[in-house]
Every structure is written in structure tokens, then in C-alpha cells.
């Protein structure tokens, strides 16, 4: 069993940054793959970026990549994403989840937090 608790989400302007962080407990963090997804209103979730459990490998959804970044430090048990050069379109409620393999499809994974909501404004 593994707890994933979010924070870091808020209210920026466009262009400005935040990082979402995810503390994990219970079974070793290490042992899993993490990734990030969001879900905006009326919107189905859809994937944000992953990354595998030694931080070598990641992975992004195009509309994100370059702009944000997903690390691991394995020994804090945490996992973080990086938002900048945020846009209003990326307002939504962020979740992280831990699984065995790093995939773009939420049912690769089988815990999750309880999210973070996260505001660009114009």
C-alpha cells in the first residue's frame, strides 16, 4: 500500500511557475514508477508526465513538454513536476499516482493522491 499526499498547487498569472510535489508513504517509493495527471472541469483526465522509478527514464504529454519537468529524489520520497511558463489551459486539478511501470494511461497505475488544484490566470 502507498500514500501519495500533493501539495505546491496555488493560483499564478500565465507565464509564472509552480512545482507540485508528492509525498509518498508506506511502501518503498523507489519500487515504483510515478506519474502526474490533471483533470480539468468538465474534462476527462488526461496525462501530464511520468517517470521511472530509478529517474532515469521520463515521459511527457506534448502539451507539456518543454515547459515542465518531473523529477524523483527517492530518498525524501518524493516526486515533483515542475510547471513553467504555465497557461490558463493548464488550470485543473493535479494528481499523482504510483505504479509498476511508468505508461501514459492512468489504469498503469494503482495509487493515487488526492490531488491539487492549480489556476493559471490570464
Known amino acids: 500500500q502507498v500514500q501519495l499526499v500533493e501539495s505546491g498547487g496555488g493560483l499564478v498569472q500565465a507565464g509564472g511557475s509552480l512545482r507540485l510535489s508528492c509525498a509518498a508513504s508506506?511502501?518503498?517509493?523507489?519500487?515504483?514508477?510515478m506519474g502526474w495527471f490533471r483533470q480539468a472541469p468538465g474534462k476527462e483526465r488526461e496525462f501530464v508526465a511520468a517517470i521511472s522509478w530509478n529517474g532515469v527514464n521520463t515521459y511527457y504529454a506534448t502539451s507539456v513538454k518543454d515547459r515542465f519537468t518531473i523529477s524523483r529524489d527517492n530518498a525524501k520520497n518524493t516526486a515533483y513536476l515542475q510547471m513553467n511558463s504555465l497557461k490558463p489551459e493548464d488550470t485543473a486539478v493535479y494528481y499523482c499516482?504510483?505504479?509498476?511501470?511508468?505508461?501514459?494511461?492512468?489504469?498503469?497505475?494503482?495509487?493515487w493522491g488526492q490531488g491539487t488544484q492549480v489556476t493559471v490566470s490570464s
Open positions: 508506506g511502501r518503498t517509493f523507489g519500487d515504483y514508477a
Open positions: 499516482a504510483a505504479g509498476v511501470i511508468a505508461r501514459r494511461t492512468d489504469d498503469a497505475y494503482g495509487y
